[in-house]
């Protein structure tokens, strides 16, 4: 019983010791965010001898935090929805209707999965401009749907297979439209695999730097955050005291939705993943 | 009454598929395949009509005359392989440890998965911070050389920076889905083997690692194609320096159009990358798929 207990004791050591690593760059950053430059560069490591607050007021006006805080939130929020709303109706009737070509669509979307931004772009700033896409928030909505698409097409198809058809049959006998069928008892029936879609979705274009940079960069009315916070970076080399507190901020509204809602992401996450 | 069925038939279909077969077309299918004209001609971005046909021209330059794009190969490829191990032990680890009976198990396994829901972009920020501040402190409060090492500022250091970033960024994300299928595994399997006299270890490799393969091959493919691909975090970590000796083939591609304004070069490596990809990552798959048993 001893040996167990050590043994118990050791596992629980080392557990808090990893997690103890894990946050020890939070700890740095959000020390650090309160101090002067001079407190810094002579010791990062221990609390602010006096705590400087205004560093997050003078960062909070020159990046706009309000501004670029709420263009994240719509182009996420608006693109998120599309995504959820599009590859819905595109996996149920790509189940429910395997045509040859309908077949050969869904191979297409999950083919593409492979095909690495990269090898992309770069056509794809000369088409977004050619259908005047670039610089406004339609652009970047179309631009997220497309390449959006593929995983989430997948990960409804895969739902919508375990979905009776039953259900359906006995509404359409009820007098109900193929798009009431749809609407009012497919949709809500895919709720849990909705969750999923829309936290791997959410993460990707609430982080996403490059193509919002290519799409909507020269736009400075809708630059999100990570936009701001590297342009911002940009111009205040090592200025570590504003640098850390527009950090800080920028970092804080994820890591608050995060926290709220981390049951929900963590299950999200591994459905999502075991499904391939 | 036939054609009135087929009617709403193509109707439904449209309203359907449309608009994602629309926004894939324009947004990923068409410029993909234009990639493979691009690839030879001579492009400054700026006008598609301006593309000048060079035949094998970018090709035979990249293939004989671009040591930066070979050293980037490299580098993406030494990068991945140190990344797919250390990411997976770790994950893995802490998967089996947080699988066990522990008080704060919820909490721990959201402090683990915690800097996975901040972006590339500023987690490389904060590192550099780290690396250049806060381990220069610490160097200096311990005495341990290892903090005292020029962090970032030689190739070496630059490609551990990057390394230590990234495990500690996707490691999480790995131990939950770890986590998930260890879950899975049947509880009498492992009592049946302890009763045999297996050993803790025993037990792992030969129950539990052969029931999770699925997890592996999805984790494996996962960090694969994540460190294969690495951008974000090349871009605000160490922007490919010092010099050029930890650019990301990704980051190269980028600097190649976007700052050497070579469009068509770039788009030519980016096909070439897309293939290596492909190679990488089906090859993988196929791998691990092939270990895969059902208990």
Redesign the interface.
């Known amino acids: 019983m001893a040996a167990s207990r050590f043994r118990h004791y050791s596992?629980?050591t080392?557990?808090l010791l990893?997690?103890l690593l894990?946050?020890s760059?939070?700890y740095?950053?959000l020390v650090?965010s309160v101090k002067s430059l001079g407190e810094?560069?002579v010791?990062?490591?221990s609390l602010p001898k006096i705590y400087l607050w205004t560093n997050y007021n003078e960062v909070w006006e020159i990046i706009r935090f309000p501004k670029v805080l709420f263009n994240s939130i719509l182009i996420t929020g608006v693109s998120v929805a599309g995504i959820v709303l599009?590859?819905a109706?595109?996996g149920?009737?790509?189940v429910r209707?395997p045509t040859t070509f309908?077949k050969l669509?869904f191979t297409?979307?999950i083919a593409?999965m492979?095909?690495?931004?990269?090898?992309?772009?770069?056509?794809?700033?000369?088409?977004t401009s050619?259908?005047e896409l670039r610089g406004n928030l339609l652009g970047i909505f179309?631009?997220y749907?497309?390449?959006g698409?593929?995983l989430s097409?997948f990960l409804f198809h895969g739902f919508v297979k375990s979905v009776p058809v039953e259900i359906e049959e006995a509404a359409v006998v009820d007098g109900c439209t193929?798009?009431g069928v749809?609407w009012k008892i497919v949709f809500p029936l895919l709720r849990p695999i909705m969750v999923t879609v829309i936290i791997l979705n959410g993460?990707w274009i609430?982080?996403?730097?490059?193509l919002p940079v290519l799409v909507i960069g020269a736009n400075k009315d809708l630059t999100t955050i990570?936009l701001a916070?590297?342009r911002f970076?940009g111009q205040y080399t090592k200025q570590?005291d504003l640098?850390?507190a527009g950090?800080t901020m920028?970092?804080a509204p994820?890591?608050a939705v995060?926290?709220m809602l981390?049951?929900h992401?963590?299950e999200g996450?591994?459905?999502g993943?075991?499904k391939? | 009454m036939h054609t009135r069925k087929q009617s709403r038939q193509w109707l439904?279909?449209l309203?359907?598929?449309g608009?994602?077969?629309i926004?894939?077309s324009?947004?990923?299918?068409?410029?993909?395949l234009?990639?493979f004209y691009?690839s030879f001609t001579e492009w400054n971005?700026l006008d598609?009509d301006k593309a000048k046909w060079t035949g094998m021209n970018n090709i035979t330059r990249i293939f004989t005359n671009d040591d930066k794009f070979w050293t980037a190969f490299g580098f993406t490829l030494r990068f991945t392989f140190v990344t797919i191990i250390a990411t997976n032990v770790l994950g893995f680890l802490?998967a089996l440890?947080?699988t066990?009976p522990?008080k704060g198990r919820?909490a721990?396994?959201?402090?683990?998965?915690?800097?996975?829901?901040?972006?590339?972009?500023?987690l490389g920020?904060?590192?550099q911070?780290?690396f250049t501040?806060?381990f220069?402190?610490?160097g200096e409060?311990t005495g341990w050389p290892i903090f005292e090492l020029p962090w970032l500022g030689t190739p070496h250091t630059g490609f551990w920076g990057l390394v230590i970033v990234f495990v500690?960024q996707t490691a999480?994300?790995m131990m939950?889905?770890y986590?998930?299928?260890i879950v899975g595994v049947p509880k009498d399997l492992m009592e049946a083997a302890t009763i045999d006299g297996a050993t803790y270890w025993q037990s792992i490799s030969k129950i539990t690692a052969p029931l999770i393969m699925?997890?592996i091959t999805?984790c494996l493919f996962?960090t694969t194609?994540n460190a294969f691909?690495m951008?974000?975090l090349n871009?605000?970590l160490t922007k490919g320096g010092p010099g050029t000796s930890t650019q990301s083939?990704?980051y190269n591609?980028?600097a190649e159009?976007l700052i050497n304004n070579r469009?068509g070069l770039?788009?030519a490596k980016?096909?070439l990358?897309?293939f290596a990809?492909?190679i990488i990552?089906v090859t993988q798959v196929w791998l691990t798929k092939r270990k895969e048993v059902e208990a």
């Open positions: 596992v629980v080392l557990v990893l997690a894990f946050l760059p939070f740095f950053v650090n810094i560069m010791d990062a490591a599009v590859s109706m595109a149920y009737r790509l209707r309908n669509l297409c979307f593409a492979i095909i690495p931004f990269q090898s992309i772009m770069l056509q794809l700033v000369r088409i050619l259908l179309v631009c749907l497309g390449f698409l593929s097409v193929p798009y749809f993460l609430w982080n996403d730097y490059l990570p916070v590297t970076f570590w640098a850390l950090l920028s970092v994820i890591l995060f926290l981390q049951r992401i963590l996450i591994s459905s993943s075991l391939g | 439904q279909q309203v359907f598929l608009p994602g077969t926004a894939f324009i947004i990923v299918l068409i410029p993909f234009l990639g691009y971005g598609l802490l440890l947080l066990r522990l919820n721990l396994r959201t402090i683990f998965f915690l800097p996975n829901v901040l972006g590339g972009i500023l920020y904060i590192w911070f780290i501040k806060g220069k402190t610490i409060l500690w999480g994300y939950i889905i986590i998930a299928a699925p997890a999805v996962l194609s691909k951008f974000d871009f605000s083939l990704a591609i980028y159009a469009y770039g788009t980016a096909m990358f897309f990809v492909s990552a």
